[in-house]
């Protein structure tokens, strides 16, 4: 089985409601899907959107880096060759991570389909079905209250509630949360780089004091600032998670050498795939830190490449895996189904998806 041809189309799925962060906010979903052809007829399916105040890509440079730099290289190569094929698409250029996240996983379900194997199974098979949180977007405290509890309503047991704009008014949003759900849903805050080290301290003792009973925070201060990290996570008894701190494994080496942070959100289109993903849940493991899978606002593609990695490996112990729920309408034929707060992986060969409808070739 060679690749013959690579193609990017984009499709747009408007959201059930905004989604809203400390860094932008998406009304719609625009995500661009990648067909990697093979000699023998198979097609191979990758995704990537466009997550500019993150990895700084856009549609555009995606499609570029994908059509005429890092896919041509891969054209004519053996799928049985993945790790080669891996290496040719890391090193085709700098950056440019979603681009390589989109190749990456492409390759990985032809290779999927090339042996007759599931994904979640390729990559360790520890379970068939994993469990995600639901996001509630940053809104006033009554309306994120009220979005909490229609997640609950529909089977979510870990809330995923962005903060990151105010810190007083965060601290009245997340209380809202809680009196909203009770004391048995886990809540876990998400920051997305708003507040200051010295400020994040005070405001998660705070909650801590209050009993708002906080399972994690993730990324609280700027991605950059590696000390004021490691200085919230010596401070405070709630867990501290890096994200946007954590592109690379040389990210990841840096924070968990310093201990900088009680665990890992890894995510493909930061890691650049699923291989490059594979490794730094490695290099967590061995330190003996776990890992969330978190996604940005992929389509049912990435969401499949992603849920397959976790389901594979136990170093995955939380996932955030629920854009694909966020969105209004389902343009993917085949890959995960939603089981209320849980992600079935499929059985079929590599990420199990027949098709997207409505997909439009640039």
Not at 43 to 57: E, L, Q, S, W
Not at 314 to 321: A, E, H, M, S
Request: glycine share 8%; with cysteine; proline share 4%.
């Amino acid at each position: 089985m060679k690749i013959q041809d690579i193609r990017v189309g984009k499709v747009s799925i408007p959201l059930k409601t905004p989604f809203k962060t400390a860094l932008r906010r998406v009304d719609t979903a625009e995500d661009l899907i990648v067909q990697v052809r093979a000699d023998d007829g198979s097609v191979g399916y990758g995704n990537a959107p466009a997550t500019v105040v993150i990895t700084g890509d856009s549609h555009e440079s995606v499609a570029a880096a994908i059509l005429h730099t890092i896919g041509p290289k891969l054209v004519g190569r053996d799928i049985d060759d993945r790790e080669e094929i891996l290496q040719a698409i890391q090193s085709a250029m700098v950056h440019n991570t979603s681009a390589k996240a989109a190749l990456d996983i492409a390759v990985h379900d032809l290779f999927g389909q090339r042996y007759g194997m599931p994904l979640h199974r390729f990559f360790g098979g520890a379970r068939c079905r994993v469990v995600s949180d639901l996001t509630v977007s940053v809104n006033e405290p009554a309306v994120m209250a009220a979005d909490a509890r229609r997640a609950v309503a529909a089977g979510y047991r870990h809330i995923k509630v962005k903060v990151g704009l105010d810190g007083a008014e965060d601290f009245r949003r997340v209380q809202a949360v809680r009196q909203a759900v009770g004391p048995d849903i886990s809540i876990r805050l998400d920051a997305n780089q708003g507040w200051k080290p010295k400020e994040a301290v005070r405001l998660i003792r705070r909650m801590e004091d209050a009993g708002l009973d906080i399972e994690l925070v993730e990324q609280p201060v700027a991605a950059w600032d590696f000390e004021g990290l490691k200085q919230v996570t010596d401070h405070v008894d709630t867990d501290v998670m890096a994200d946007e701190s954590a592109f690379s494994l040389r990210d990841v080496f840096r924070l968990l050498s310093i201990r900088a942070c009680d665990l890992i959100n890894v995510k493909l289109m930061k890691a650049g795939g699923l291989g490059p993903a594979a490794k730094i849940a490695a290099l967590a493991e061995s330190a003996g830190v776990g890992c969330m899978m978190g996604c940005m606002l992929e389509s049912k593609v990435g969401i499949t490449a992603a849920a397959a990695l976790s389901a594979g490996r136990t170093v995955f112990v939380k996932n955030d895996l629920d854009a694909a729920d966020l969105m209004a309408s389902d343009p993917v034929e085949g890959g995960i189904s939603y089981e209320a707060n849980e992600l079935v992986l499929p059985e079929r060969p590599g990420l199990g998806i027949t098709g997207v409808k409505g997909w439009k070739e640039l």
